[in-house]
Nanobody
């Protein structure tokens, strides 16, 4: 059972930046597809970005349009989500998740492990 722990959320004004972190067991970070999802109040969970164990990344281009960057530091057993040019519509709880390699990265059902989430609030 892999434990994922998110941090770095908070309150920021429109146009600001935040960096989210997801700490996980090293084996998980190195061998699983790691992803970020988000869920706004009253809405379904939405895919944000994923990084495979070999490095290729996938983004929800419609939502993040080059503003967000996912990365992984195997030595620190941590996955990051750098969020720039934040907008009020980015307000949500952000979740870190891990999936077996080869599963569809954009599907929440692909992911075996989830963190508890971290709140991001962007004011207008």
């Amino acid at each position: 059972q892999a434990q994922l722990v998110e941090s770095g959320g908070g309150f920021v004004q429109t146009g600001g930046s935040l960096r989210l972190s997801c700490a996980a067991p090293r084996r998980t970070v190195m061998w699983y597809t790691m992803a970020w999802f988000r869920q706004a109040t009253g809405r379904e969970r939405e895919f944000v970005a994923a990084i495979s164990r070999s490095g290729p990344v996938t983004y929800n281009t419609a939502s993040v349009q080059g503003r967000f960057t996912i990365s992984r530091d195997n030595a620190k057993s941590t996955v990051y989500l750098q969020m720039n040019s934040l907008k009020p519509e980015d307000t949500a709880i952000y979740f870190c998740a891990a999936a077996q390699p080869g599963n569809p990265a954009k599907e929440a059902s692909s992911y075996d492990y989830w963190g508890q989430g971290t709140q991001v609030t962007v004011s207008s």
